[in-house]
């Protein structure tokens, strides 16, 4: 039997990570022999993963500093578990995939890009380097699988075949994704969102390409045209950078509308619980997986052109320029209003979801991409 080796750092919140064990439980499902391989334990899908049986093994990676004797467990690891082929997800686990094959017995080698139009110049000098290496070593992948149309494009325009680049979008998992009346009610009520307010949210990591302060600016300016409206951040991040995010939010007159939530594990309900949802992202973005979870827990969505995003919601989203405040906070008015006027979008968004981001659609595209079956 294939054996499928899933290679990661560590499944901590996040798009990608969400993906990898949603495709891996799925995979397992359907018998294949999956494992997963991480560079840390302690992320919050591990246990996830292992009460379905899908074996985790941990490398134990000690910091960025712990490379020779991380390098020689991890080969080690690998060469005990034999694969048949490796799909690593981002960009460090794919170049060690890449530099590492010659020695744990050449299995296919399957390449994940998650993102797309990465503006390097605002992160550190090893997060700007990374990228630049995979398109030095992109020819070793038997298959590079974005998970967007924009991340197609951006592989090969930094070097990548187009002939070994294949679109698989993400799948949502519509059941565990759901809308929940009782969550609704309970995370608005334990956020003190009272029955008439209109709850905004933004999910998302703490990151610059999530273009926050985008999103705080435009609720500002809606917060000016009505007081029905609240305000929510859903996700965590760099302590420093938050504050910094909350003294925008105070100059720009919301601090007492706006709720910080920080990270969550009951999404279905924190979704529900959302009137809208809203990704203000101003680069980066290949499938937002957010956009698609919230759309099948019944939430509409207003996005900014970034990746796929305005793929993902077709005609029942509203879609704003990246880094223009005035344009999102329009498109959220719009939004508004299609509510308020009774449009059906709550069944709608959730069925589209259903229909064109199935994880059987997922996972049938994978087992052809990644396993050769057809």
């Known amino acids: 039997m294939n054996r499928l080796i899933f290679l990661a750092r560590k499944l901590d919140p996040g798009g990608a990570e969400r993906q990898l064990v949603t495709l891996a439980l799925a995979l397992h499902g359907r018998g294949h022999d999956v494992r997963v391989v991480l560079f840390y334990d302690g992320g919050v899908f591990d246990a996830e993963l292992a009460r379905a ?77 990374l990228p630049r290496l995979e398109g030095w070593l992109c020819r070793a992948a038997d298959v590079t699988v974005a998970n967007s149309h924009a991340g197609a494009a951006w592989a090969v325009a930094r070097g990548f075949p187009p002939a ?14 759901s809308p929940d009346a009782e ?6 009520d334990e956020w003190r969102v009272e029955a008439r307010q209109r709850l905004i949210g933004l999910v998302a990591r703490l990151d610059v390409m999530k273009d926050h302060r985008n999103f705080l600016r435009a609720c500002g300016l809606l ?19 938050r504050a910094e995010l909350e003294a925008f939010a105070a100059q720009q007159g919301i601090a007492a509308r706006l709720i910080w939530a920080g990270t969550r594990q009951d999404m279905a309900a924190v979704y529900s619980a959302l009137d809208l949802a809203c ?19 019944g939430v509409p969505c ?23 405040a005035d344009a999102l906070a329009a498109a959220m008015a719009r939004m508004l ?31 052809q991409a990644v396993l050769g079956k057809a």
Not at 75 to 82: F, I, K, Q, S
Not at 100 to 116: C, E, K, N, T, Y
Request: proline share 4%; aromatic share 6%.
């Open 223 to 241: 917060a000016a045209r009505r007081d029905d409206l609240r305000f929510v951040c859903v996700g965590g991040g760099n302590p420093a950078y």
């Open 302 to 324: 207003v996005v900014t052109d970034v990746g796929d995003s305005a793929r993902i919601v077709g005609a029942l989203g509203e879609v704003a320029r990246p880094r223009d």
């Open 53 to 129: 049986g899908v074996p985790v093994h941990c490398v134990g990676k000690r910091g960025r500093w712990d490379a020779p004797g991380f390098l020689l467990r991890l080969v080690a690891l690998l060469r005990r578990l034999r694969p048949t082929a490796i799909y690593s997800f981002l960009d460090l686990p794919n170049l060690l995939a890449a530099l590492l094959r010659p020695l744990v017995g050449r299995p296919r080698l399957v390449w994940s890009i998650r993102a797309a139009g990465m503006e390097m110049r605002q992160y550190d000098w090893l997060s700007r380097l």
């Open 183 to 188: 969550g609704r009610a309970r995370v608005r």
């Open 279 to 297: 990704s203000a992202s101003a680069f980066g973005e290949g499938f937002a997986n957010v956009v698609g979870e919230a759309m099948a827990c």
């Open 164 to 177: 070994r680049v294949t679109v698989i979008e993400n799948g949502i998992d519509t059941q565990r994704f």
């Open 337 to 367: 209003a299609r509510l308020e006027g009774g449009e059906d979008l709550v069944r709608q968004v959730r069925c589209r979801v259903i229909d064109h981001f199935s994880v059987a659609r997922m996972v049938a595209r994978t087992e």
